[in-house]
């Protein structure tokens, strides 16, 4: 399994003021959905940052997101080792396939891959 890129997730209902502050620094925006805008730098397209008001389809928002090359290989790994599930694996309609896993610092980590 590779790792393909890590995200941090903000929780933020402050999504335009986030976007002009971290313009300032670069970033700009590649992806919004209304409650999920994704930022990244067009010299660096895996530096990216993510805020979020709340998360569409799970119960929790997560803290940060990885993108995995085999996100059901990830998965498998992760429930065998007995790490809490906190959003079952499911494809989602903006085609992602993700789940959610609570590390031992108690940050939810959402790991995903494209479908």
């Known amino acids: 399994m590779t790792v393909r ?39 660096s397209p895996a530096a990216q940052v993510s805020f979020m008001a709340r998360d569409k389809t799970a119960p929790v928002t997560p803290d940060m997101s990885v993108e995995v090359d085999d996100v059901d290989a990830a998965y498998a790994a992760v429930r065998d080792s007995g790490a809490e599930i906190v959003h079952p694996l499911q494809d989602e309609e903006w085609g992602v396939r993700r789940f959610f896993v609570r590390d031992p610092n108690g940050r939810v980590v959402n790991v995903l891959g494209h479908r």
């Open 5 to 43: 890129r890590v995200v941090p997730n903000v929780q933020s209902e402050a999504v335009e003021e986030s976007r002009e502050f971290y313009g300032l620094l670069g970033f700009e925006e590649v992806m919004n959905h209304g409650w999920i805008m994704t930022l990244a730098s067009p010299s």
